[in-house]
C-alpha cells in the first residue's frame, strides 16, 4: 500500500485530504481518496462540528464495477480541556455486480484525557442492506428482511510517551430486529518517532466489516514507514524573540514558554496540551513568561504578539501550521 495525507488548517478550519492505492497477489487493485474538514465558531469555542466524504474502487482490473462511497457529518462540545462529548451520523452505499447496497448509522460518545492517556467511548446503531457482506462475516438474519441492524460499543485508548505512541481499540458488536450478532475485536498500532520527519508504525488485530465502507471481516497484520514533508526548519540561536523550556520537578514536568516583547504588548501562548486555547502568561521584567504542567510525550507549541502570526519558540524544530508555524518540544 502506498498513502499519503494532505493537511492544513488555523484555529478555526482544518482540511485533510488523503489517498490510497493497495496491490495484491490475487490481482484485486484498489484505490481510496478520502476529504475532511473541522470547523469551529472561533478559538475559544467549545463546540466543533467536522465532517466528510470518502470514494473507494475495490478493484481497479474489474473495471470499477465494484465500489464504495460514504459521508459523515458530526459535532463534538468540549466540557472541560480534558472531558467532552460527540454526536454524528454517517451513511454509505457499496456497489458489487452492479448491485446497490445502502447503510446509515447514528453514533454517540465521550472522550477524556487525563496526561500522556486519552479514552473514548462511542456507541453506534448501524442499518445495513449488505447482507453479503455480514453473511461473509458470519452474520444472518434470523427471519426474512430487506435490512440487517446492529449496534457496536466502541472503546479506544490511546498512550504516548517521549517518542512512543500506542493505541488500541475493542468493539463489540449486537445484532438487532432479528440480526444474528454477537462478535468483538480488537486492534492495536504502535509507533516510534526517530526524528521528527521519520516514524515507524506497526499494528495488528482483528476488524470487524464495515458496510458504511464495504470494508470485510479481517485479521490482520501491518507495518509501514512514515516520512513527513512537513516543512522542518533549522532551529535559530535560541534568546532572540521566544523560547520553550522543560523543568523537571519531583511530581511531574512544567513547560516554560518565555516571550520578549513590550510590557504594553499582548502576548498569546497556546498548544496541544491545551486544545490550542490560551494558557496564563505574566510579565516578569523584560519577557512574557508561560508555565504550563505537561505529560511526557511529543507536544506543540506557539506563540504571537499582539494578534500576529503564530511563531514557534526559537530553539525549537518548526513545522508550519495555522497559517504560521508551530515548534515540537519533546518531553521524556
Same mark, same amino acid.
Given at each position: 500500500?502506498?498513502?499519503?495525507? =494532505?493537511?492544513?488548517?488555523?484555529?478555526?478550519?482544518?482540511?485533510?485530504?488523503?489517498?490510497?492505492?493497495?496491490?495484491?497477489?490475487?490481482?484485486?487493485?484498489? #484505490?481510496?481518496?478520502?476529504?475532511?474538514?473541522?470547523?469551529?465558531?472561533?478559538?475559544?469555542?467549545?463546540?466543533?462540528?467536522?465532517?466528510? #466524504?470518502?470514494? %473507494?474502487?475495490?478493484?481497479?482490473?474489474?473495471?470499477?464495477?465494484?465500489?464504495?462511497?460514504?459521508?459523515?457529518?458530526?459535532?463534538?462540545?468540549?466540557?472541560?480541556?480534558?472531558?467532552?462529548?460527540?454526536?454524528?451520523?454517517?451513511?454509505?452505499?457499496?456497489?458489487?455486480? /452492479?448491485?446497490?447496497?445502502?447503510?446509515?448509522?447514528?453514533?454517540?460518545?465521550?472522550?477524556?484525557?487525563?496526561?500522556?492517556?486519552?479514552?473514548?467511548?462511542?456507541?453506534?446503531? &448501524?442499518?445495513?442492506?449488505?447482507?453479503?457482506?455480514?453473511?461473509?462475516?458470519?452474520?444472518?438474519? =434470523?427471519?426474512?428482511?430487506?435490512?440487517?441492524?446492529? /449496534?457496536?460499543?466502541?472503546?479506544?485508548?490511546?498512550?504516548?510517551?517521549?517518542?512512543?505512541?500506542?493505541?488500541?481499540?475493542?468493539?463489540?458488536?449486537?445484532?438487532?430486529?432479528?440480526?444474528? *450478532?454477537?462478535?468483538?475485536?480488537?486492534?492495536?498500532?504502535?509507533?516510534?518517532?526517530?526524528?521528527?520527519?521519520?516514524?515507524?508504525?506497526?499494528?495488528?488485530?482483528?476488524?470487524?466489516?464495515?458496510?458504511?465502507?464495504?470494508?470485510?471481516?479481517?485479521?490482520?497484520?501491518? *507495518?509501514?514507514?512514515?516520512?513527513?514533508?512537513?516543512?522542518?526548519?533549522?532551529?535559530?540561536?535560541?534568546?532572540?524573540?521566544?523560547?520553550?523550556?522543560?523543568?523537571?520537578?519531583?511530581?511531574?514536568?512544567? &513547560?516554560?514558554?518565555?516571550?520578549?516583547?513590550?510590557?504594553?504588548?499582548?502576548?498569546?501562548?497556546?498548544?496541544?496540551?491545551?486544545?490550542?486555547?490560551?494558557?496564563?502568561?505574566?510579565?516578569?521584567?523584560?519577557?512574557?513568561?508561560?508555565?504550563?504542567?505537561?505529560?511526557?510525550?511529543?507536544?506543540?507549541?506557539?506563540?504571537?504578539?499582539?494578534?500576529? %502570526?503564530?511563531?514557534?519558540?526559537?530553539?525549537?524544530?518548526?513545522?508550519?501550521?495555522?497559517?504560521?508555524?508551530?515548534?515540537?518540544?519533546?518531553?521524556?
Amino acid at each position: 500500500m502506498l498513502s499519503g495525507i =494532505r493537511h492544513h488548517g488555523d484555529t478555526v478550519l482544518a482540511a485533510l485530504l488523503s489517498g490510497a492505492m493497495t496491490w495484491a497477489r490475487d490481482s484485486v487493485a484498489a #484505490v481510496q481518496a478520502i476529504g475532511a474538514l473541522a470547523w469551529r465558531p472561533s478559538p475559544q469555542s467549545a463546540w466543533q462540528a467536522e465532517g466528510g #466524504v470518502s470514494a %473507494t474502487a475495490f478493484s481497479l482490473i474489474g473495471g470499477l464495477r465494484d465500489a464504495n462511497a460514504s459521508a459523515w457529518l458530526r459535532a463534538r462540545h468540549q466540557i472541560t480541556s480534558q472531558f467532552g462529548t460527540m454526536a454524528g451520523a454517517s451513511m454509505g452505499h457499496t456497489v458489487r455486480s /452492479e448491485v446497490g447496497d445502502h447503510s446509515n448509522a447514528f453514533e454517540v460518545g465521550a472522550w477524556a484525557g487525563t496526561g500522556a492517556l486519552h479514552l473514548d467511548l462511542s456507541f453506534a446503531r &448501524m442499518r445495513t442492506e449488505d447482507s453479503l457482506l455480514l453473511a461473509a462475516s458470519r452474520v444472518f438474519a =434470523r427471519h426474512r428482511s430487506g435490512w440487517l441492524d446492529v /449496534e457496536d460499543l466502541v472503546l479506544t485508548a490511546s498512550w504516548e510517551h517521549g517518542p512512543f505512541e500506542v493505541t488500541a481499540s475493542g468493539r463489540k458488536r449486537s445484532g438487532l430486529r432479528g440480526t444474528d *450478532a454477537d462478535q468483538s475485536a480488537i486492534f492495536a498500532t504502535a509507533s516510534y518517532a526517530f526524528t521528527p520527519r521519520y516514524s515507524v508504525v506497526v499494528g495488528g488485530g482483528h476488524q470487524l466489516a464495515d458496510p458504511l465502507r464495504g470494508t470485510p471481516d479481517v485479521v490482520i497484520a501491518t *507495518a509501514l514507514l512514515r516520512l513527513s514533508f512537513a516543512e522542518v526548519t533549522t532551529p535559530p540561536t535560541p534568546g532572540r524573540e521566544g523560547e520553550a523550556t522543560i523543568a523537571r520537578l519531583t511530581d511531574g514536568s512544567v &513547560m516554560i514558554v518565555r516571550v520578549r516583547a513590550a510590557a504594553a504588548a499582548r502576548v498569546e501562548v497556546a498548544g496541544s496540551f491545551s486544545g490550542w486555547e490560551g494558557v496564563p502568561v505574566t510579565f516578569k521584567g523584560d519577557v512574557w513568561e508561560a508555565q504550563v504542567r505537561v505529560p511526557p510525550g511529543r507536544h506543540r507549541v506557539a506563540y504571537r504578539v499582539d494578534g500576529g %502570526t503564530w511563531k514557534a519558540p526559537a530553539n525549537l524544530a518548526r513545522f508550519k501550521e495555522f497559517g504560521g508555524e508551530v515548534g515540537l518540544i519533546v518531553v521524556p
